[in-house]
T-cell receptor
Framework: DTAVSQTPKYLVTQMGNDKSIKCEQN?????MYWYKQDSKKFLKIMFS???????INETVPNRFSPKSPDKAHLNLHINSLELGDSAVYFC??????????????FGPGTRLTVL | AQSVTQLDSHVSVSEGTPVLLRCNYS??????LFWYVQHPNKGLQLLLK??????LVKGINGFEAEFKKSETSFHLTKPSAHMSDAAEYFC????????????FGKGTMLLVSP
């Protein structure tokens, strides 16, 4: 009954490879997010989707491409991985209506290591 | 535009003593404010939130925070630290709009010694 789940939890890969991280939420939320947490623990928004539409796209290299097949899923595909992509990636979700506006629920994170 | 400043990167306390983690914010809008906690190698868990109701907010595990608009502060406190409180704490601000963008502070590492 995990609220926000991500797979895989750990991802180790070589430079230049392409990889995907999957996220699913079972909270009935209409908005989902991807965050990147760097080695200094700083968290920064990358993307946000509302009802499968992209609404926030921070200055992220276009090697990163989010895809939302439906409201409950937001996947992150990364092409041509670079050393600097090594980080922990968090998925989150929230509702844009009701009492819990703005409260985001986070997944457990995916630790990506690029060698 | 919005921003968050967590005034201490590390705070060390002894078990059983009070905890104070300081946070100042700026926001062009009437903000929502949150504290999240991250235990080592874990995800983020919401401790408490302020969304323009009572200015003193109580959260989980005995934590509370007070919203002070005049001081643009939202400090996190706990009367008595427990060893299990050792973790990274993030103060977060969000504009009160539907598509909320959370802006995170840089985090405060709370260390609790026996």
């Amino acid at each position: 009954d995990t609220a926000v789940s991500q797979t895989p939890k750990y991802l180790v890969t070589q430079m230049g490879n392409d990889k995907s991280i999957k996220c699913e939420q079972n909270l009935g939320h209409d908005t989902m997010y991807w965050y990147k947490q760097d080695s200094k623990k700083f968290l920064k928004i990358m993307f946000s989707y509302n009802n499968k539409e992209l609404i926030i796209n921070e200055t992220v290299p276009n090697r990163f491409s989010p895809k939302s097949p439906d409201k409950a899923h937001l996947n992150l595909h990364i092409n041509s991985l670079e050393l600097g992509d090594s980080a922990v990636y968090f998925c989150a979700s929230s509702s844009t209506s009701g009492r819990a506006i703005n409260e985001q629920f986070f997944g457990p994170g995916t630790r990506l290591t690029v060698l | 535009a919005q921003s968050v400043t967590q005034l201490d990167s590390h705070v060390s306390v002894s078990e059983g003593t009070p905890v104070l983690l300081r946070c100042n914010y700026s926001s062009s809008y009437s903000p929502s404010l949150f504290w999240y906690v991250q235990h080592p190698n874990k995800g983020l868990q919401l401790l408490l939130k302020y969304t323009s109701a009572a200015t003193l907010v109580k959260g989980i595990n005995g934590f509370e925070a007070e919203f002070k608009k005049s001081e643009t502060s939202f400090h996190l406190t706990k009367p008595s630290a427990h060893m299990s409180d050792a973790a990274e704490y993030f103060c977060v601000v969000s504009a009160n709009s539907g598509y909320s963008t959370l802006t995170f502070g840089k985090g405060t590492m709370l260390l609790v010694s026996p």
